[in-house]
Structure formats: C-alpha cells, structure tokens
C-alpha cells in the first residue's frame, strides 16, 4: 500500500491575521476589539489575544541555544534546578537536625539563618558539602565572620572544588525593610572587599546579594523587579571594580534571589529577560570569562499574594508560580510553604511545599526539558516585552546620582515600589485582581482568628519602620482585617437576600451580592425568591436581618426598590444589587447603597463595618 504522505493542514486554506481580526469584530457585534481582548499590564504594554510567527520574526531571542550568549534559554545544558527548603529552627542544634531528616526526602539545597557565625558548624554537621548546596543568611555585620567559618567547614570536608552555595551579604536590608537610615556605601565596599577575600579559595561559594525578591514581596510590578535586580547587580559590579576588584571576581560571587508570582507567562518571560539582559550589562564589564555573564537564581515564590483566609489556595497559587520558575530554568527555587502568613510553617506545610516541587520533577518531568517556552511566539514576545520595560528602568536608576545604592539611600526605590504596592491594593479592592478565596468566593462561614501565631518581622534588622521602609503589606492584608473585625464583634451581622421578580437576575445578583458581602465574613442567608417585597421584608426581619439585598432585575428596580425601602422603614440598612438606569432616581428617594462590579468593595464593606459593627 502506497504511503501517504499528505499533510493535514494543507487541506486548509491559510488565513490572514487581517482575516482572523474581521471574523472577531464581526462576533463582537460592535464592541471595540482593543478594550474588550487586548490587555494592559502594570508593566505599561499591551497583550495581544493571539500571536502568530511574524510577530517573532524580527526578533533575536531565538537565534541562541541553552548554554549560550546571552542564556536567554538558560545558562545550562539541562533544566535539573535545586529544591531548597529554608530552615526554620529555635536552635542550631535543632536545625542540623532538621535539615538532616529533610535531606532524606528530595531535598537538594538547604538555606538557614545564622545568628552567630559560632553557630556555622553545628547547622552544617554531617551534611554532605560536596553535594547539598548551602545558603546562610545573616546580618550584614556578621558576613565575613559567617563567611570564614563556612569556608573553614568546606575545606575540612575536602569539599573546596565541589562546593556551591552562598553567605547572603545584603547592606541594604535595614533601609529597605524598615527605611533605617545610615546604609554607607564605603562600609558596603569595603565590607564586600573582606568577603571576596575570604571566600576566594571556594570557587562555588557566592556572596553579594541581589534580593529583588524584598521589592516583589513588598508589592514592586514584575518589570520593576526586573530593571531594579539589574541595577542592584550593576551596582556591586561598579563599585567593587572601581575598588579595584577583576569584574570576572565580582560578577562570579553575586546571586539574585528573586520573586516568582503567580502571573504565569509574564513570570517566564522575566526570568529569560534578566539572563538576557545581565549578560549584556557583565559583557560591558570586559571579564576574562564568560562564567562570569551567567546570571545564578533562586526563585521563591511569592508572600504578597499568600492569605489567611482559605490558606490551602496558596497551595494554588504557589504551585504556578513554581511552575512558572522551573520552566522559566532558574538554579534553586523555594516554595514558600502556604500557612507562613500566620504561623512558622509546620511538618505538613513543609512536605507539601517540597512536593509541589517534586510532582513537577518526577510527574511532569520538567527537569528533563530545558527552556520549553522557547519559540512559543507568546512568550518570545513577551520576554522582549518586558526586557524593554526593565531595560528602562535599569537605565533610569543608572542615570540616578550614585545608582541603585543611591537610590536606596534617598528612599527613591522604596517610594516607587510603595506606589506600585497602593495601586495593587486598590486593585484587590475593586477586584480587578483577584485574590480567590478573599476578595472572591469567600468561605464565608470560616474564622481565621484563632488560628494566627505570627505577625510582623523576625529578622534580625530590628522591627522600627522609617519614612523610607517598603510597606511590605501582602495584598489581602486590609481583608482579612475586615473579616477579623467581623470575628471580633459581639454580634456577626446578617445579610438577607431578598429576591424576588426576573428569575435569572434575581438568582445572579444574589450570587454576586452573597460573593460581596462574604467579603467581610457576615452571616448570608439566602432565599428562593418572593411574590411581593413586603413578605421579603418580613422574612428578613424575622431572621434578624442586619443589611437586607434587593435582587431583581434593572427593569423592575425601579417599581420594587422604592417599595421595598418604605417597607423596610430603617430597621435594617437597604441595599440595591446592581446599578440601575433608575440609580438617580432611587437615590432621589432615599436609597444610598448600591453594590455592583465598578464598587469599591473594601471602602464599601468598609463603611458597613463601621455601620454595623459600632451600633
């Protein structure tokens, strides 16, 4: 039998975007293609609804492999990233323990606090350097000290060739966490100088920090952590090499530690724009070794999307973002385990958060593909996308008297980013982003109070908060302050959803409005619909109801709303559910609160806090 060798898609005839774009705006039936497909990020770009091969075909992000110039596909030849818990421990002692038990279950690179560089030996006993990588944070003044006792640790283990990890030296913690004053870049310098003098028998051992993951945890756009990670890298290179240091030494002992959220494309795309970009900015330096243009990154994913409420959607959340970060082919990744907003991370939070890493690995094989988003025409436009946006600010914060460190310094950085913080919040409030289990569908009938154990910071930079410190408010924060009042108060309020006409709208807006008011953890009771607005009435008074909804259809409000207002005379507060054409007309007769989709919900549960909560 002949083979056949016919190609299914040449049975069809080829279409145009032009084609593609006419057929659209005819289903669109009038409504304006840009506003109603095209979206706007933060990052000040539009996204288009469809990519095709031309709209890569001037681009340059394809024409390098894995392993190559500029790594935009990745600085290695596989995609086998690290899985690194951080330890959370009271004493040394308990976290050598913990980190050996851990090490039995997948666990490739350990991260620890360290208190006193005394400490440095106890956290490593019987760990295998040669093989697990490690990752100790500390305060700034106490580096070097760190820094000596791991390097003494790694020689004696006959580990010096083999050994990758990192001492975390971070100047800028204190002005950025809490806006305290006195960051002196000499000091810096000099410091880092000490470090790179004391690590430089270990090849592998990395020691200047570039922890952009404080700015995207504290609210920063993806493209703000981009441009401001480059300039933060850019910053050590050009101080250290106008100390005289080789740029190859410099470039080689910096790590990014990076965010990762749960904007899933856009986050691929930051990660191959940094490598991208920062071998470019390295090259400028003239190293005598391409090593030293390749970017190393730990992602973790976000705290700023984590909440309280419905704490098991972090899992969700944090599971994309890892996703996002293996694809994305970054060294190390830290899940961050999903009860964290509340308490210090249990055994079971723990496991599941090494998991979620593991089903990637052993389920979906992602370490055995490298750069799978490569040539993906969306992603490809993407990664140029926001390479331009962090490219700006890279060379706006360069152009800035004294660079990134400066910028630090007069507070520039913190303001900017608690600027993108406010106008994310806002956008939590109106719901334009989405925070499920929080700002949508609700567990209306859950309590979080008892359930909380930590608050504030534990770091060892002090918890005062400066003019200049980042809000680091995680975006569900003003929420859950609603729903604890709710939980505080004497009396839980109750809404009562008085439906009744259009079955459909009625049904709908009950829907929305049980969403809206669950917001703030009230008591919902809802109902299958009434003949007249005065049985609802009764119904609702009968039950003790504090806020009573009417959901019906725009056509019928006009009729019903002012009826149902007089009846109800006061004795509970009235609401609309929806915005009528008869709105001015409603609230000419007395009626002030509408809820619909262009509300503010946090100002307005707000205000019914405030109404309800203090009678």
Known sequence: ???????????????????????????????????????????????????????????????????????????????????????????????????????????????????????????LKGIDLTKIEINLNCCPSKAVAVAEALVKAVKEAGAADTFRGSVAYNPLRRQL?????????????????????????????????????????????????????????????????DAGRDATEVACRIKFNMCVSSNFFMEIAKF?????????????????????????????????????????VNLLRSQTETFSACVAGVDSIVTTPFDVPYKAPDAFSERIARNQQFLLKEESHMDKVVDPAGGSYYVETLTVAIANEGWKLFLATEEEDGGFFGAVARGEVQKAVNESCEKRHTDVARRKEILLGTNQYPNINETAAQKIETTGCKCCCGTEKGPNALSMKRAATDFEALRLATEAA?????????????????????????????????????????????????????????????????????????????????????????????????????????????CNVLDTLRDFNNRLLNK
């Open 490 to 598: 004497a009396k839980r309020p109750k809404v009562f959803m008085l439906t009744i006409g259009n079955l459909a709208m009625r049904l709908a807006r009950a829907q929305f409005s049980t969403n809206f008011f669950g917001c703030a953890g009230y008591e919902i009771i809802d109902n299958l619909g009434f003949k007249t607005v005065e049985e609802g009435v009764d119904a609702a008074l009968a039950q003790g109801a504090d806020v009573v909804v009417l959901c019906s259809s725009d056509d019928e409000y006009a009729e019903l709303a002012p009826a149902a207002f007089k009846y109800l005379d006061g004795r509970a507060e009235f609401v609309v559910a929806g915005a009528p054409a008869c709105t001015d007309e409603l609230k000419a007769a007395g009626i002030k609160d509408f809820v619909h989709v262009r």
């Open 1 to 123: 039998m002949a083979e056949n060798k016919e190609k299914l898609f040449d049975q069809f005839p080829e279409t145009s975007y032009q084609e593609w774009r006419a057929k659209v705006e005819v289903d669109l039936k009038g409504a304006d293609f840009d506003k109603k497909l095209v979206w706007r990020t933060n990052e000040g770009f539009n996204v288009q609804p469809v990519y095709r091969a031309e709209d890569i075909a001037g681009l340059h992000t394809t024409e390098s492999l894995p392993g190559q110039y500029p790594f935009i596909r990745g600085t290695r030849t596989d995609n086998d990233w690290l899985t690194r818990q951080n330890i959370v421990a009271a004493t040394a002692a308990e976290a050598n323990e913990k980190a050996l038990d851990v090490l039995t279950k997948g666990v490739t690179s350990l991260g620890f606090k360290v208190a006193d560089a005394a400490d440095v030996a106890t956290l």
């Open 272 to 312: 191959r724009a940094a490598r991208m970009l920062w071998a470019q900015i390295v090259a400028q330096y003239k190293p005598s070794c391409e090593c030293a243009e390749k970017m190393m990154v730990c992602a973790s994913t976000s705290r700023f999307n984590q909440t309280i409420y419905d704490a098991h």
């Open 177 to 241: 966490m809490h806006g305290v004053e006195g960051f002196d870049k000499a000091e810096a310098v000099a410091e880092a100088c000490r470090l790179l003098d004391t690590v430089a028998d270990i090849k592998g051992l990395r020691c200047l920090s570039v922890d952009s993951e404080i700015l995207a945890n504290g609210g920063a756009f993806i493209y703000q952590e981009l441009g401001y990670a480059l300039a933060w890298g850019a910053a050590w290179l050009t101080a250290l090499t």
